[in-house]
Nanobody, 122 residues
Framework: VQLQASGGGLVQTGGSLTLSCTAS????????KGWFRQAPGKEREFVAA????????RYADGVKGRFTISRDNAKNTVDLQMNSLKPEDTGVYYC????????????????WGQGTQVTVSS
């Protein structure tokens, strides 16, 4: 069972990036999926989550209106479109899967993937 995140990089303030997470080893269709991030010296924090069918989404207050989470169950992927990026969005972004979006927001995850670095320069 593996979650592999990709798409990170260096971008200027106001720029955009799209992160993608691909699951392998099993189907994650019944699971909610989400993204967390961890900035240097800080605890890992919730960013966004999407329900198993895409019908419910949750976002951290600081990314609402700028980030969009989506999933493609046929491809076993979940994406995070990030627009209007700010320096405070810098960190390692991790994808995760869990029972539902509420539990993911609370940090209760079943699976964690490797992170991908996002750096936003000022």
């Amino acid at each position: 069972v593996q979650l592999q995140a990709s798409g990170g990089g260096l971008v200027q303030t106001g720029g955009s990036l799209t992160l993608s997470c691909t699951a392998s080893g099993r189907t994650f269709e019944p699971y909610a999926k989400g993204w967390f991030r961890q900035a240097p010296g800080k605890e890992r924090e919730f960013v966004a989550a999407v329900s198993w069918n895409g019908g419910v989404t949750r976002y951290a207050d600081g990314v609402k209106g700028r980030f969009t989470i989506s999933r493609d169950n046929a491809k076993n992927t979940v994406d995070l479109q990030m627009n209007s990026l700010k320096p405070e969005d810098t960190g390692v972004y991790y994808c995760t899967a869990g029972y539902n979006t509420e539990r993911l927001e609370g940090g209760q995850s079943h699976y964690w993937g490797q992170g991908t670095q996002v750096t936003v320069s000022s």
